[in-house]
């Protein structure tokens, strides 16, 4: 069974630095490219960020400079650094995987992140 487990989502005031982490089990975690996704309030989805599995990773417009990805293929695990932080960023994010090979996709449940003062 496939499993994305998101983490590390809450409360920050505007400025302020989260880290997301999201574990990933039941897949060949090398073989995916990962990302992150979210979806704020009334709005619609949107890709933040992604790594393939060779490492290379790219941005939204709206993140670039603040966010940073990163993976750990020992860990199965993906991160998203969240820094200077805006309201605009509030949002439910998710952890996606996707395998080039064999395009299955698998989503995570998402985790909450709320920026406010």
């Known amino acids: 069974q496939v499993q994305l487990v998101e983490s590390g989502g809450g409360l920050v005031q505007p400025g302020g630095s989260l880290r997301l982490s999201c574990a990933a089990s039941?897949?060949?975690?090398?073989?995916?490219?990962m990302g992150w996704s979210r979806r704020a309030p009334g709005k619609q989805r949107e890709s933040v960020a992604a790594?393939?599995?060779?490492?290379?990773?790219n941005y939204a417009d709206s993140v670039k400079g603040r966010f940073t990805i990163s993976r750990d293929n020992a860990k199965a695990t993906v991160y998203l650094q969240l820094n200077n932080l805006n309201p605009e960023d509030t949002a439910v994010y998710y952890c996606?995987?996707?395998?080039?090979?064999?395009?299955?996709?698998?989503w995570g449940q998402g985790t909450q992140v709320i920026v406010s003062s």
């Open positions: 996606t995987g996707f395998n080039p090979v064999t395009n299955d996709e698998h």
């Open positions: 039941g897949i060949i975690f090398k073989a995916y490219a």
């Open positions: 790594i393939t599995s060779g490492g290379s990773t």
